[in-house]
């Protein structure tokens, strides 16, 4: 995810007094608090999380992934990249496979049911022509019937990770030309039939319409063990932050090691401090926040008044 940067910053910002990065913005847009509903509501529903990197979700998605899981849907994980350049004194071999054991372990902890690689080189995604990976998405969709997305925001401002913005767009481009007859006809010689997706839920780093807050306050511990299972990537973040304070004659002993512990630390500050701060704004305790996009309903009134039984 690369977003070592803006913790090590975030971080920084308590510890040295460094400038924070820009949060999320709500705008003059309704926003709507999901909150924890009873029962199983979603019985039936498939939901997945499409990221190029591993640790994309648990910063921004893996609290309102486990609600949904917790209600009733059956989840899944597509990573498009490989993650080879995320860690901090591995050989590019040694970081993908290391990366993708932590993607396992992931997938125990978050309650997701199956993890699909597509394998593209970390970093290097502005290379690959978009329809390829579209096209495997829309695969993926109709096999799975994913009726829900979760995924970077393909219009949010000021994202410098190509990974992140031409997975968004195949993800969104992917979602409704799935439900279209005349896209990859030879899936349906497969069996596959066309499937839309109908919700969508998207991060960003940087600012977004937001209009959407979930309240994961009830899982925000299954979140911080989905961070803490990407111990690569999080190794990278402290060792980074750690050489960053040697500079200036600094060191946190709380975060001094590279085990267990340093980890459990680092994960605890690096999403209470965002998690607690986003959720205080609508009376939450911890929340996460996306532009939602849900079903289209503009034919609802029109079908309810004339519509008759067959
Ligand atoms: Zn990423």
Redesign the pocket.
């Known amino acids: 995810?690369?977003?070592r940067d803006l913790f090590k910053g975030a971080l920084a910002a308590s510890l040295l007094g460094a400038p924070q990065l820009q949060a999320q913005t709500a705008s003059g847009a309704d926003i709507v608090i999901e909150r924890a509903v009873s029962g199983m509501p979603h019985q039936g529903k498939v939901l997945a999380l499409i990221?190029?990197?591993l640790?994309?979700g648990p910063?921004f998605a893996s609290g309102t992934v486990a609600k949904l899981l917790q209600e009733g849907y059956t989840g899944y994980f597509i990573r498009t990249?490989n993650d080879e350049k995320d860690s901090f004194d591995l050989t590019l071999g040694e970081t993908v496979l290391g990366n993708e054991r932590d993607a396992r372990a992931f997938l125990q902890v978050s309650g997701l049911k199956q993890m699909f690689d597509l394998g593209y080189r970390n970093h290097r995604m502005d290379d690959l022509t978009r329809t390829e990976i579209r096209a495997r998405l829309i695969f993926l969709f109709r096999l799975l019937k994913v009726d829900t997305i979760f995924s970077?925001d393909p219009w949010g401002h000021y994202e410098e990770?190509p990974?992140?913005y031409v997975t968004a767009q195949a993800v969104e481009a992917a979602c409704w030309m799935s439900g279209g007859h005349l896209d990859m006809p030879e899936h349906f010689a497969a069996g596959l039939k066309p499937h839309s997706v109908s919700e969508k839920y998207y991060f960003a780093r940087g600012p977004q319409l937001v209009n959407r807050v979930v309240d994961i306050g009830p899982t925000f511990e299954t979140k911080l063990a989905c961070l803490r299972a990407c111990r690569t990537m999080v190794t990278h973040m402290i060792k980074d932050l750690n050489a960053a304070l040697v500079e200036r004659k600094l060191r946190v002993p709380a975060l001094s090691g590279v085990g267990s512990a340093a980890i459990d630390e680092y994960t605890k500050v690096a999403l209470e401090a965002r998690d607690r701060a986003a959720g205080r704004k609508f009376g939450l305790d911890y929340s996460e926040a996306f532009h939602y996009i849900g079903p289209d309903r503009s034919m609802d009134e029109y079908i309810a008044s004339h519509a008759v039984p067959i």
Do not use: G, I, L
């Open positions: 995810m690369e977003r990221t190029p990197h640790d994309d910063f990249s970077y990770n990974d992140h």
